[in-house]
């Protein structure tokens, strides 16, 4: 029951986020933004039909869709992160007159962080606004294409019909919004702390990885390897750690083997014991 209450506390904030975004930094110049709403922001430019009720007609096929070709909890889920959007769009309209950031590039900085962040808060618990993700998990399911590539598409033709219609600056200036939107969406769904896997070739790799459990109590996994010119048997230490403590490994690296060959690079996401609990994972029910 926590659980539960938990993700639709955060979805609701996540879309409150968003439709302040839209009212607050969108609307008074002229800008759009992804995927379905960017539809309903275009028609209220054209005709002047709030936002939200608008979304919330053209979802309306899509969730029959998703009811008809998805899992019957699907639906369902997304259900009230659409109302609770569609809402906030409407809600918030009073901050489009007002108008709080008159220049157009801080107000694409602004709302594509704003909106970045809520988008993040939805997809941290599961949750969606509905739109162009329905369209993504069922090509996702029959067809194997990524989920964003719907989205993708949709939100070129978007960007197309905006240039046409309200001109090129407006269009290039809501690609940069969506570009931070992105970014900022990508940076808060998987956290600010970011994890590095490293590679570490020495001839002191016992006594390297003995500091490494000791001082910086990270696990260290002993890769054995053979050197192609020399033949020589090598044991290569593969470690997983924090950004916080890569200082520390390269300076115990350097201490004890300055000779010491080292590969670092980005890791995408970390389960296991002293990072993500595997209970935490949502598993797959057996058949």
């Known amino acids: 029951m926590r659980r539960y209450l938990v993700q639709h506390l955060m979805t609701a904030a996540g879309c409150v986020l968003m439709g302040v975004a839209v009212n607050a930094f969108f609307i008074p110049h002229k800008l759009l933004s992804g995927g379905i709403s960017g539809i309903a922001i275009m028609l209220y430019y054209l005709f002047d039909l709030p936002i939200g009720f608008v979304m919330l ?17 699907y639906p369902v889920t997304a259900l009230f992160g659409m109302l609770a959007y569609s809402f906030s769009l409407d809600f918030f309209s009073f901050l489009a007159p007002l108008s709080p950031v008159r220049d157009v590039l801080l107000s694409c900085i602004a709302g594509g962080t704003l909106s970045g962040i809520g988008a993040a808060m939805l997809y941290r618990v599961g949750s969606s606004s509905g739109g162009t993700d329905i369209i993504g998990a069922i090509c996702n399911k029959y067809y194997s294409t990524a989920i964003s590539t719907p989205g993708f598409v949709l939100n070129i ?46 001839k002191s790799s ?14 260290v996994t002993f890769l054995h390897g053979e ?45 296991g014991r002293g990072f993500t609990s595997t209970s935490d994972i949502k598993k797959i029910p057996k058949k």
């Not at 007609?57 to 909890?73: G, H, I, K, Q, S």
């Not at 924090?242 to 010491?260: G, L, R």
């Open 227 to 271: 050197g192609a010119y020399t033949r020589q048997p090598r044991e290569i230490l593969l470690v997983v750690a924090k950004m916080t403590q890569m200082a520390q490994i390269k300076a115990i690296v350097s201490t004890i083997d300055p000779n010491a060959f080292m590969i670092i690079h980005d890791v995408a996401d970390v389960m």
């Open 157 to 202: 033709l978007v960007m197309g019909a905006a240039a046409a219609l309200f001109g090129l600056e407006p269009a290039l200036y809501t690609l940069l919004a969506s570009f931070i939107w992105f970014k900022v969406a990508n940076t808060f769904t998987d956290g600010f702390d970011y994890k590095k896997n490293i590679i570490i070739i020495s």
């Open 57 to 73: 007609l053209l979802n309306v096929p899509l969730f029959y869709l998703a009811y008809r070709f998805m899992e019957p909890t």
């Open 206 to 219: 016992q006594d390297i990885a003995d500091e490494i459990i000791k001082v910086v109590g990270r696990g």
